[in-house]
């Protein structure tokens, strides 16, 4: 309670916002609001839409079944309403269903000339089938035919001008709906009490049907929309906010609520149901009761306990009673024996209101009666109704698990089976989606929830009987909801979620670890031992290769020492040819000049013999055998590779080949060749033309790369 005293003004603050609801209230009798004794008798609306539904907007008959739900025969289907979701069973073609009947958790809808029967089963949305025969197949305690109510007294012409579609009875009164001006109520001597249609509560004026909740609860099948209907609402809407505005003050004389808003000031008349703008205005001044009283003195030194303990503002009452305010609820404490006593609370939620934000937000004009401003206007709560009737929900009237569904980690829904309040889940699901449910026999259906392991707080007060798990860990989690009452103690519904581990973190994929590892360390030291005798092999082999490589690279450099030698020999065997082939030459020379000088005093003969020896000398054929033997040694087989490629060669060109792969030039050849200069060239031209060489192409360069 600390900073309570900080807190006393009246000037409170509410969280906005709200979903659209319609609450229609008529005080009908005359109530004299100083004696607190008399009851406030009044009728509400909560009109149910298109959007909230989500089928068509026709509804052409309506039933409560048993176990707390509504069905409605709509034009394309069969809706089913829980207390909290709304669901719709569709017929092929999505044809309109004409009547509804219930029997022994049976649904049997007229659809035409058919017959269509649906099992009623918790937790799974109902389906139709159709049967045999629309005669055979329906029950003889059922028929299809319109229920008639009798009426003690005559209608009025007004109710016959508007042509009556649908009568029902809660045994004191009796409902009379209409295709044309909406909703008669009367009492049981014909006296009109309420008449509820568009311009006052209502959202359509055509009712097909009227289904009986219970002795205050009524539901209408309307051509536009769905309604129910509750007599003696101990939470009532006097006027809406767009006819009077924001309420800042009000108070009670008589029979007649006054009220100051931002519009001006007003006067509601109890006895006459009646809304009138005040042209006088009038001096509004507080309670004398209260104003003379140290109103927080008795509050500072008391805890309440809960929700509560941090309210955001408190509304006195009286001496010992006060209402505390956090959110969109208020919470009436007694402090009669010295301590804060919860008596109810009540959260406007339950009733699709809001209260204001900003400035007060209740007034109480007596004990028992109080004001609230709210966003959709002003609302009288009547706490004789809230205790009288019992409203309160019992300890065992808890919320429902009904059914749950999660995406799989392909992205394919699946369905949960609800076993001993247990839900085992993969460890690789994305979304649970858990639907829960109360029943439209309780009227707070808002509910809230803690997921033990992940939530940090109870999670806001909702109606939407739905809960969005995201992927969670795997191991044991606990979901607890709890459903709304009036004296705040919540009954609270348990469900436990079992998030199974992988595959490989179970029991059997540890067991299968340890025999695993066992296994592994066997192998691995096997696996060890085989691999030092493996690395000791090729340790050896390698040894063996280094050996092997040294003895070939001795090997190698032998042949390349001992090719190099063969290539020096050659050259110096050219050279030595080459010098004695000029050496001869010259000597020819010589010979032929000392001819041309002796004449005859050379003797033929003589100079015959000497010519043919030195010729003959020049054209050793040993010394050339000898050359192309070191010639083939120096460079692979040269000319052998070469003849065998251009068989047409001849050795004489041979012989060129080899000298120009030498590099010699055109002069050393001729006198190797013993030939002329001119000789060589042709020789030349002849061998491109033998090995086929076009003219771009150097025969010296073709040679060498061969």
Known sequence: MRGFNKRHKRHNRMLGGSRSFLLVSFLVCFLPLFASTENVPSVSVCNYTVEEYRASCQNFDILVSPSGKVYVANNTG??????????????????????????????????GKHLFIGDEKEGEVLSLQLADSLVSSLPKDLSFRALSVSLPFTLPEEVRAAIPTAIQTNGSSYWVGTRMNGLFIFDKLGKRIHHLYVGNGLQDNQVHAIALQDENHFWLALDNGIACVTLDSPVCLLAKRSLIGKVNAAFIRHDTIYA??????FAYALKAKKLMRLTSPMTFTPDTKRKNKKLYDWFSSLHPSGD??????????????????KGNEAAFFDTHDGEAKLKCRLLFSNYRMRMVDRGDAIFSVTDDLHLFSTMQGLVLVDLRKLFRDKVFTSPGEKVV????T??????????????????????????????????????????????????????????????????????????????????GHFPVSTLHLKVHPAWYNSVYAYVFYVLFLFGGAKWGLSYILRQLRKEEEEKNKETCLEKERDLQQARTELLEAELTNKKNELTRQTMALLSRNRTLKALLDELDQQKEILGDRFPNKYYKKLHKKIAEAMNNQEDWIQFESYFNSAHQNFMDRLQEKYPSITSGDLRTCCLLR??????????????????????????????????????????RTY
Not at 94 to 106: A, V
Not at 260 to 265: D, F, I
Not at 308 to 325: G, K, M, R, S
Not at 678 to 696: C, S, W
């Open 78 to 111: 069969l809706l089913c309403y829980n207390g909290n979701s709304w669901s719709l069973a569709s017929v092929p073609n999505d044809q309109p269903i004409q009547r509804i009947r219930y029997l022994d958790h049976r649904i049997y809808a007229q659809v």
């Open 308 to 325: 509560f303990e941090q309210a955001e503002h408190i509304y006195p009452v009286n001496d010992d009673q006060c209402w505390l305010t």
């Open 406 to 487: 999660y995406i799989d980690a392909e992205g394919v829904q699946q369905t949960l089976i609800l076993s001993d309040n247990e839900v085992n889940l993969p460890h690789n699901f994305r979304n649970l989606l858990l639907d829960m449910h109360t029943h439209v026999f309780t009227p707070h259906r808002q509910m809230s929830y803690f997921v033990e392991g992940l939530s940090s707080e109870w999670s806001p007060w909702s109606s939407l009987g739905q809960l969005h798990i995201m992927q969670l860990k795997e191991g044991m989690y606990t979901i607890r909801v709890k459903k709304y009452t009036l004296d």
């Open 401 to 404: 698990f009904t059914h749950a």
């Open 662 to 703: 030498m590099n010699l030039s055109t002069k050393e050849m001729a006198s190797l060749l013993n030939i002329s200069v001119r000789a060589v060239e042709l020789r030349r031209y002849r061998l491109r033309k033998k090995l086929n060489l076009e003219g771009t192409v150097n025969l010296n360069d073709f040679l």
């Open 260 to 265: 100051r808003t931002n519009l001006g000031q």
